[in-house]
């Protein structure tokens, strides 16, 4: 468990976000799977998701989101020094989808890495930009969470299928001497890692055996379970490092896995429901992309403004838990 105030050199100076076109509604899953619109709108707060084309894949959806994000706040990329790209989904394992991004805007003298942390992943991937500002050797990193987690997903399994969907958010961070990342919080519960995993080469883990066929694979109870009892702790123990209370916050930003354990959360810790900001509705569980794509809705319905005190909270595959408190910038 790691807890602590941030030094921190990070300023959000632009966003953008993408979305495949295609929706599948919870009407369509009625016609795939024995599930009913009600019974899945009640269990996960879900109404639709996103599914990306056959031939489009997570390096095209990052292409989307960093266009978004130059269309929408007119800034230049040529000096970008760094690109951190968060998915479980990649087109490719290498080349990188971070290198595929420098690929596709022509950025020079930048360096490229993919963050695999599951749904922690876009909250750990602007830890680690921080860190690269704060080095003194980067000042300017974009930043992704991508997924396609449609590829991934067993359609004749009704208990993710109907979970999942596919997205992007992109994230300008820029060396500034008012850092906006005033602090953040880390936990990992590796030992439990069977519960939520997607295969690659090992057949086990730690000795258990999984399955092989490199689709989600979720024991949703131990999930929730761990879930609603970790994170109230980690906001808790976030507040109490940082001498703040809930009344500071202006917006809680979870990891939008589905409605009831953010409702769980936020009665769990009493974060008004109405100070949150979800995805899953629009988008469903899109893991690392899900919190950009959130703070996405909130941009464009003006909820969200500069000066708010902004609680992003990543948790999922690992069992990983990311959180960092900033001041928004934009």
């Known amino acids: 468990m790691l807890q602590h105030p941030l030094r921190s050199l990070a300023s959000i100076t632009a966003f ?47 292409f989307g989101a ?27 394992f290498f080349p990188s989808m971070a290198a595929r991004v420098q690929a596709e805007f022509g950025i020079a003298s930048c360096g490229a890495a993919d963050i695999q942390a599951a749904c922690a ?9 921080n860190g690269l500002l704060l080095s003194g050797a980067y000042h300017k990193i974009l930043v992704i969470g991508a997924e396609t987690l449609s590829k991934a997903t067993d359609y004749s399994d009704r208990s993710t299928c109907i979970l999942f969907g596919d997205g992007a958010g992109a994230m300008l961070i820029e060396r500034s001497e008012d850092g906006a990342f005033l602090a953040s919080y880390n936990n990992t519960k590796g030992n439990d890692g ?23 694979v979720q024991n949703g109870r131990e999930v929730y379970r761990w879930a609603v009892t970790t994170v109230p702790k980690g906001i808790q123990t976030l507040m109490e490092q940082n001498s703040l209370t809930l009344e500071d916050i202006n917006w809680f930003v979870p990891h939008s896995a589905n409605m009831r354990i953010v409702e769980s959360v936020c009665e769990r810790t009493g974060i008004p429901l109405e100070h949150t900001l979800t995805s899953m509705a629009q988008y469903g569980n899109t893991s690392a992309a899900s919190i950009p794509l959130a703070l ?35």
């Open 296 to 330: 996405d809705l909130a941009i464009k319905d003006d909820r969200i403004k500069t000066g708010d005190l902004v609680l992003l909270y990543g948790f999922g595959g690992g069992l990983t838990e990311s959180a960092l408190l900033l001041r928004w910038t934009l």
């Open 194 to 216: 069977q519960h939520l995993y997607r295969s690659s080469l090992a057949s086990a883990i730690d000795g258990v055996p999984i399955q092989t066929n490199g689709m989600i």
């Open 66 to 92: 960093v266009r978004d994000l130059q269309l929408r706040y007119g800034v230049v990329l040529e000096d970008v020094d760094y690109i951190l790209v968060a998915t479980t989904t990649p087109d490719t």
């Open 121 to 129: 992943g876009f909250v750990s991937a602007l830890q680690l930009a």
């Open 16 to 62: 953008g976000a993408y979305v495949p076109e295609r929706v599948l509604t919870n009407h369509d899953l009625e016609q795939m799977v024995e599930t009913t619109d009600e019974w899945i709108f009640q269990r996960t707060g879900i109404k639709e998701r996103r599914i990306a084309a056959d031939d489009q894949f997570c390096s095209d959806l990052c």
